[in-house]
């Protein structure tokens, strides 16, 4: 599953929006698809779209999680 993160341009590089397409996060933005799909690609500016694990699930805040191998939440 591809996901198409915006982060902070600063050396935390925290989440600020996470979407299944750029498309959404475009939307979410207030941005055009087309300049966040760019900007992704060529992961500019604090986008990204990633390749992530199918076991993996964005929260509310606009991170990612997944169960652990105890079986605990986990954060990426």
Aim: with cysteine.
């Amino acid at each position: 599953m591809k996901l198409y993160i915006k982060v902070s341009n600063d050396k935390y590089e925290l989440p600020i929006a996470v979407e299944d397409s750029p498309t959404k996060l475009a939307q979410k933005l207030g941005l055009e698809r087309s300049s966040v799909a760019t900007m992704c690609s060529k992961q500019i500016n604090g986008y990204h779209r990633v390749e992530a694990e199918p076991d993996m699930w964005p929260d509310a805040d606009g991170g990612l999680w997944y169960y652990d191998d105890n079986g605990r939440v986990a954060y990426v």
